[in-house]
């Protein structure tokens, strides 16, 4: 998709205050920014943060949801969610390409995440205890993804915003195949709808924190608006998201685990509760319930696959050896 030859020369800036104020005329001009252009290191550095972390919670997102491929209920079930956990990957895949074009190399950033030193999101550290928490992670997890994701379609960094337009079309086919496993449950038998409501319970409120900490609290929102890497902030992501919510757990007749949410007829939006972001910072630091499993079942994989490494390696090489 991406080549990161496009960065073995930097275009130099002979003065730099005139040149941020270029670079930043082209933002507001909603100019894509592409590999090759002049960009502030704070820029590169901050998309590099970005867009591996979002890498590696794809990667890591496939974990949850892989070991309950060979226990899906039916053959069409395990074909969907396996097709499922390959798009994920594919969108890993994506990411590590398009932060190759700012100058970091794909082993550098899966040597980030095998040696934890890189962040991903931590939703993908809560256990999947049932088959009601696949659906709730497609109709939840997959929602808030799309939600947080369609406007990345329009960051200002080219190679981010292009490959943002295939994986937001297959999450929304996520989100549409988790929904429909909650519906499937909640017009099936009395224990069927509560094994459905017990998976909102334990996800809801770890889905609201995916959208990262608060606004006030939030130490790269200002700079990330600024520049169009984000359109939108942490917190109003997270009420677009409640508000889109609430009316679709209504149509399968499941509760919000939440005693305070109300709607405010006058702001025309659903108030919800205090998040514990305690809880957040701890799964962060590495406190989840599955940290420790799924780091340790990402390690194991890379291993596994090392012979695949190595032949496509050899491969290339004996290519390269008979065009020459």
């Known amino acids: ?17 005139e040149a941020l104020d270029r670079f930043q005329a082209r933002i507001d001009a909603e100019a894509r920014i592409e590999p090759n252009d002049w960009m502030p290191p704070a820029y590169r550095r901050t998309l590099i943060r970005q867009i591996s972390q979002h890498a590696h919670s794809e990667i890591v997102g496939m974990l949850p949801e892989g ?8 053959l069409r079930r395990k074909a969907a969610l396996l097709a499922k956990v390959q798009d994920e990957g594919g969108h890993g895949l994506y990411l590590y390409a398009a932060a190759e074009t700012l100058g970091v190399t794909r082993e550098e950033l899966v ?25 709730t992670v497609g109709w939840l997890v997959d929602g808030a993804a799309i939600m947080n994701q369609i406007p990345l379609c329009r960051c200002s960094y080219g190679p981010y915003a292009r490959a943002m337009i ?10 549409r195949q988790g929904f429909e496993i909650m519906a499937t449950l909640c017009q099936g038998s009395a224990e069927q709808k509560a094994m459905a409501q017990d998976a909102l319970d334990r996800w809801w409120w770890p889905v609201l924190m995916m959208f990262g900490p608060p606004d006030a609290d939030s130490q790269h929102s200002d700079t990330s608006m600024r520049w169009k890497i984000k359109r939108f902030t ?36 659903w108030v919800f509760g205090k998040i514990d972001w305690t809880e ?18 990402r390690r194991q994989a890379h291993e596994d696959g090392a012979w695949v490494r190595a032949a496509a390696l050899a491969h290339a090489a004996k290519q390269r050896a008979k065009a020459a």
């Open 234 to 269: 942490n917190d109003e992501l997270r009420q677009k998201f409640v508000d889109a919510t609430v009316p679709q757990a209504q149509y399968l007749g499941l509760t919000i685990p939440d005693p305070d949410l109300r709607f405010d007829a006058a702001e025309g939006h």
């Open 111 to 135: 040597e980030q995440l095998l040696d934890g030193r890189a962040k991903y999101s931590s939703i993908f550290n809560y256990p999947t205890l049932s088959w009601a928490d696949i659906g």
């Open 67 to 74: 070991n309950w491929i060979t226990r899906a209920p039916s």
């Open 166 to 175: 295939r994986i937001c079309k297959e999450e929304s086919f996520h989100q």
């Open 280 to 297: 957040f910072r701890r799964v962060l630091a590495g406190g989840g319930k599955c940290n420790r499993e799924r780091m340790a079942a």
């Open 1 to 17: 998709m991406y080549t990161q030859a496009l960065n073995t020369t930097e275009v130099a800036a002979p003065d730099e205050s």
